[in-house]
């Protein structure tokens, strides 16, 4: 799908599209925390609009995607159509909520999307304009979208990955997760056998901004080679921290390879078996 906008945006260019009557700039960690929000900003939650939580985290994991109709129904609340140009921040360090909703927004088919890089902490700290309140959004026709357009990947495709030695499985959580030495939240402290590590927070710099395209893209080249995208599959422990690495594949100029939705968590609770140290 073409797309010659950076996925990135810096402080100074979102100001320079402040006036855009198309700019819809999104809060992606608005649910979570107090003011200040930057000005202009529309909220939207991670576990209301972004996922579909069913009763039982083995069908889906923490942060099922919803449906495409179910996403369609929230661009549209957003105010946002086929013609907006979206901006996305968040809070946390790197943007993982941003960079799940950049994925979504990507995957059914959206022209011009991208992250504030660094976050509201950077824009704040080069005092970009605060406020108190969220805008409250115009809503527009559900998005004409009718499916997902980048690549997901089933349990049973990480299942059968998991025995090939020409698939690549990137677990991007934190080093002690994969190894086992702690599990906070899943079931199995560990990692899906034939899984590599390599920790989102690399993707970023001591400033908290994403690396520079050429660094990124010399450090993914040098993981993954020049093997098709079809063959590596990205997850995380729920199926959002691994959007942050695909953000940074994207914003390196590479192909957007497989999202595990599901992740660890699905894993853990279906059977799958773990590792338990850096093997």
């Not at 529309?42 to 923490?62: N, P």
């Not at 990137?170 to 590599?196: M, Q, S, T």
């Not at 710099?205 to 063959?231: C, H, M, W």
Request: aromatic fraction near 6%; charged fraction near 20%; charge should be negative.
């Amino acid at each position: 799908m073409p797309n010659t906008l950076s996925p990135l945006v810096s402080t100074t260019e979102l100001r320079a599209l402040q006036h855009n009557k198309d700019l819809i700039l999104v809060d992606a960690g608005a649910q979570k925390r107090k003011p200040p929000f930057l000005e202009g900003a529309v909220g939207v939650d991670l576990e209301t609009q972004l996922s579909d939580i069913k009763a039982d985290a083995a069908q889906g994991g923490r942060h099922p995607l919803p449906t495409v109709a179910q996403f369609a129904r929230v661009l549209g609340n957003l105010g946002i159509g086929p013609n907006s140009h979206v901006v996305i921040y968040d809070d946390m360090r790197g943007g993982n909520a941003a960079a799940r909703f950049w994925w979504m927004l990507t995957a059914v088919g959206h022209p011009k999307v991208q992250v504030l890089n660094g976050g509201a902490q950077q824009a704040i700290q080069e005092g970009y304009p605060q406020t108190d309140r969220l805008r409250t959004p115009t809503a527009v026709d559900a998005y004409p979208t009718t499916d997902w357009q980048l690549p997901l990947a089933t349990m049973a495709e990480v299942e059968q990955a998991t025995q090939s030695q020409d698939q690549i499985i990137i677990d991007v959580r934190e080093a002690k997760r994969y190894a086992g030495e702690f599990e906070p939240i899943d079931l199995l402290a560990g990692h899906i056998p034939n899984a590599i590590n390599v920790p989102f927070q690399d993707n970023l710099g001591e400033d908290g901004r994403f690396k520079s395209a050429a660094e990124l893209r010399q450090k993914y080249r040098a993981i993954l080679g020049n093997v098709p995208k079809d063959t590596i599959t990205v997850h995380c422990g729920s199926g959002v921290t691994a959007c942050h690495t695909l953000l940074a594949l994207a914003h390196a100029g590479m192909d957007i390879p497989k999202l595990y939705v599901g992740s660890c968590i699905v894993c853990s609770r279906n059977e799958l078996p773990f590792l338990v140290g850096n093997s």
